[in-house]
């Protein structure tokens, strides 16, 4: 069973999904916001729609952080860095960073169809650097689309998990697996998070091609089936 | 019924994977090689594997594509601006162009889990500025593996096919649906190509990691069931 689990940036709609989905799969979740308030009010939604033994909490970022095992990253790619300084005195041995941010190029106002070129090339290349060198970092989650987090139906979908240490995978993996129908793949490297980052590009064009909401993607020709 | 299609480069696996399919489907299908001996060596065997109704040829690259209506690029990345220049004087016309180009850093001698950043962002957007500016192209294929095109099952795979031209993606479109399993994709405008493309590349990691041979791609949450 993972630690608690702290989903910064967890008012927005993907954390909010996420959080939705991991309370919902017993887990122990604090959502963090700039603002505490905001938080609490959004765990308090969602501890009522799932049920008063939801273990589902909020509070500030840095507060949401410092409380937790895993630090989930769902603010927007404009917001990382400034978040990210502002934690650094609050890491400690044993946090593991699961970074779902996607450099979308609507972060600045651009399209969502577009990602912007990152420096690192992944986005999540980056974050590693504004972290200290003992905290781990997998990139995950980032083509789960909101709508279909804050369902209840599984989800169709696999999910890519990318980075250059084992246990920050794993834990990445286990998160993952407590979402029904989501399958974790093996992404490899952390600098193959970049390919992951831009199919969330291609999956809203897909969305608005073919005005649908939730496109996601499957792998195929890989031992197994995916969950149903 | 689409015209003659001519596929370049098509005695490497990706070309001669789909000249298989598809004059397997009927359709009349001239494979394009440096070697025209070359080329009518990997026309026949298919030939002999198909039946002798199967409407396949084999010709130098020129000759080729001088007398086909739509013309598949299948040649490695660093091969194919020296291509495109020797073709100069062959375009007229009617042609269309699929390009099925990948920038796998492996044409360079690196690995094939990687792309090469090609200027244009696709390399796919390379190839209308080599080819005369009433010559529309496509991109699509890219993501089928060799493996999968030589075999008979249906593939399960979707194919996202990208252009600024709709005549070309309608083309490509209609060339996609012939590989039974296959389904065509609207993947946007050109520029999207460099998403399709790094894909293959992903692929290709999860072939290692998972130590299969024809891992493809799947989406989910569109309109529709993707052929069985």
């Not at 998160?175 to 399958?183: D, M, Q, S």
């Not at 993607?217 to 995916?226: E, V």
């Amino acid at each position: 069973m993972p630690g608690r689990i702290a989903i910064l940036g967890g008012t927005g709609p993907e954390g909010s999904g996420l959080a939705y989905r991991w309370a919902k799969a017993g887990l122990d979740v604090v959502i963090g916001s700039r603002d505490a308030a905001r938080a609490q009010e959004a765990a308090s939604q969602l501890r009522a729609k799932i049920g008063p033994a939801a273990k589902i909490d909020g509070a500030d970022n840095g507060v949401a952080a410092a409380s937790a095992e895993i630090v989930v990253l769902t603010v927007p790619f404009s917001g990382i860095a400034a978040l990210l300084k502002q934690l650094k005195s609050t890491w400690k041995p044993g946090h593991i960073v699961i970074d779902t941010t996607v450099p979308l190029a609507a972060t600045i106002g651009g399209a969502a169809t577009r990602v912007l070129g990152v420096w690192h090339g992944p986005a999540a290349e980056q974050t590693p650097e504004l972290v200290p060198k003992e905290i781990p970092v997998a990139a995950a989650l980032q083509n789960l689309g909101a709508e279909l987090l804050a369902g209840d139906a599984p989800v169709d979908c696999d999910v890519l998990v990318c980075g250059d240490d084992e246990r920050a995978k794993e834990a990445a993996m286990e998160l993952v697996e407590k979402i029904p129908g989501a399958r974790a793949l093996n992404g490899g490297k952390l600098e193959n998070a970049r390919i992951v980052e831009s199919l969330t590009a291609l999956l809203v064009g897909l969305n608005i091609r073919y005005k649908v909401h939730s496109a996601g993607i499957r792998f195929t020709g890989l031992p197994g089936k995916p969950p149903a």
